[in-house]
């Protein structure tokens, strides 16, 4: 950490968007719900819990380190010590206090896991509470979230399960919240608003663990969400030194193709970092705070362009007002660049590239990061749609094969006709017919149902896993 720049190394060069630049208090948002600094909200009083939860006065209080042995909700980030996430410390006699700041203890984290399995069948309810009660106490918050919140409901939730399950695997752990709490700039996240969401938290666990909630298990929450808390929060210090929270980036071709489709080409504000084969959250201006994922279908480009396939999905929010309502000219916000699928471009095991829809977006990136970088290796990719007109790319890929004889290109439809040489049949039948990969490395983007048939088809094939690349699961 003492060797970043004490300074942003970046400077922003579209200025003139005003609406895009800051969100979070103090922003249009928070101003239209009439929260000020000078008009501070008052808490109202809530509502007693509905079920049993055992006295927790001692320790329930949210106030500075010390007294009751309590740790309380962070305020300031700590130096960045990864490990503490997840220390190990006994929790006994006079040395409570000193563990507490330290970092959970073995114990903590299966309490924690014992509560969190208790939470599962209730955590509909569980997060709708918490959220209630993190705008009640603090309404400035609000304006941090979308309009609509019911898609990501449950994503606190799950990211602390989460945390909670890689609690003994500090590196996985503070790998996972180094992304997230990147990932959290964008949302205009400050270290001051981890103690309110901390309280939040309490009060609905409080609530939604019945008998299960006692003072030992409101400890270990207290001590697990401050390591977290501590991590993400040095995370996001580290990562302001050297990176802005969100990119702009300017709409500078928006070609519409068959199938609901639009390849979308931005310039961005400055440079922006990621890997072929990684993908990109995504903001338009007609829908604040509502952020989704979208991979770049080009390697990193000298001329700093950065090219998008975005299918219109029926109702969907972002992706219609990418397809039908962008022009060029128009100002989107880009979060930090993530993901898994990348290729080694120092290594020769030949790639197996299997794309459904816009699924070939990631699959053409990592073509042109191997045609410009890489060492000369097989490259077989299998693109699929249900109707030939959906295979949008077609005419792309058939002109990278015909630069690059590493590279052979096959098409798939499950309807219909194929054209050609393509092929009839699901990917992943389709693929399954053209084994064996077993030496391969592959990759595989597109729909959700697709990705884990094709996935189920290459371990049968006997691909061992560690070769098999998706970002189905990724928690970001
Ligand atoms: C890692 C990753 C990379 C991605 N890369 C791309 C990409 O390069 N290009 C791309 O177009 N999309 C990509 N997506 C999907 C994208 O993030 C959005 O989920 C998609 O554009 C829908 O968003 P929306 O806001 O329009 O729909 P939402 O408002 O989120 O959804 C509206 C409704 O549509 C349904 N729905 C959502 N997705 C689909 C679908 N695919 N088909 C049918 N119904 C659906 C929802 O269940 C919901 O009922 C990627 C997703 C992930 C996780
Ligand atoms: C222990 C701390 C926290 C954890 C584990 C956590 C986890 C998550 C996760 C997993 C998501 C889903 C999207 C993503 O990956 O970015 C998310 C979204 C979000 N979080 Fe957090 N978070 C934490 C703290 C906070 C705090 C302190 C705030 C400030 C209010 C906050 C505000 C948000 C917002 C605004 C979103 C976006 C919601 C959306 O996209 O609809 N989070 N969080």
């Known amino acids: 950490m003492d060797n970043l720049p004490a300074r942003p190394t970046y400077a922003p060069i579209i200025t003139d968007a005003p609406g895009l630049n800051w969100v979070g208090p103090g922003d249009a948002w928070t101003r239209a719900w009439g929260v000020t600094a000078q008009q501070p909200y008052t ?55 000193a563990a507490a700041q330290a ?11 014992r509560s969190l399995g208790v939470l599962e069948s209730v955590a509909d309810r569980a997060t709708a509470h918490f959220y209630a009660v993190l705008f009640l106490r603090h309404p400035e918050l609000r304006a941090l979230f979308p309009a609509a919140m019911d898609l990501q409901r449950d994503r606190l939730f799950r990211a602390l399960l989460a945390a909670g399950q890689a609690a003994d695997n500090p590196a996985a752990l503070t790998e996972y919240l180094d992304r997230l709490a990147r990932g959290h700039r964008k949302y205009g996240v400050l270290n001051e ?73 931005l310039r961005t504000d400055q440079r922006y970092p990621y890997l072929a084969g990684q993908y990109t959250t995504l903001e338009v201006p007609l829908w604040p705070r509502v952020w989704r994922h979208y991979s770049p279908a080009t390697a990193p480009r000298a001329d700093g362009l950065v090219t998008l396939h975005v299918k219109a999905v029926p ?14 000219g128009d100002v989107l916000r880009l979060g930090p660049a993530s993901g898994t699928m990348h290729v080694d471009l120092d290594g020769d095991a030949p790639l197996l590239l299997i794309g459904g829809g816009t699924g070939i977006a990631p699959l053409i990136a990592m073509v042109e990061a191997v045609a410009e970088h ?43 006709r194929p054209e050609g040489a393509g092929f009839s049949g699901s990917l992943p039948a389709v693929v399954d017919r053209y084994g064996p990969w077993d030496e391969y490395e592959a990759f595989v983007s597109g729909p959700p149902a697709m990705i884990r048939r094709t996935v189920a088809v290459l371990r049968e094939e006997g691909v061992q896993g560690a070769r098999i690349h998706h970002d ?3 928690p970001a």
């Open 43 to 97: 808490s109202p009083v809530l509502p007693a819990p509905v079920l049993p939860a055992p006295a927790l006065s001692a320790a329930g209080t949210f106030g500075p380190a010390g007294g009751s042995g309590v740790p309380p909700m962070p305020s300031t980030p700590p130096p960045l010590v990864p490990q503490a996430a997840v220390a190990v410390l006994p929790l006994a006699g006079r040395a409570q206090a």
């Open 193 to 265: 608003h981890y103690g309110p969401v901390g309280e939040a938290l309490l009060t609905a666990l409080e609530r939604y663990c019945g008998r299960y909630w006692d003072p030992e298990t409101e400890l270990a929450w207290r001590r697990i969400y401050r390591a977290v808390s501590e991590v993400m929060m040095a995370s996001a210090e580290a990562d302001a030194r050297v990176a802005p929270a969100s990119w702009q980036a300017e709409v500078v071709a928006v070609d519409r193709r068959a199938g609901e489709v639009a390849v979308v080409t």
């Open 374 to 416: 890489g060492r000369a290796r097989t490259v077989e990719v299998f693109y699929g749609a249900r109707r030939e007109q959906e295979l949008y790319a077609r005419e792309e890929l058939e002109a990278l094969a015909r630069r690059h004889p590493w590279l052979a290109v096959r098409t798939a439809v499950s309807e219909g």
């Open 472 to 474: 189905l699961a990724d």
């Open 103 to 113: 970092g959970p203890t073995a114990a903590d984290i299966a309490l924690v896991r």
């Open 315 to 328: 109702a969907g929010w972002v992706s219609n007002a990418l397809v039908h309502r962008t022009n060029p």
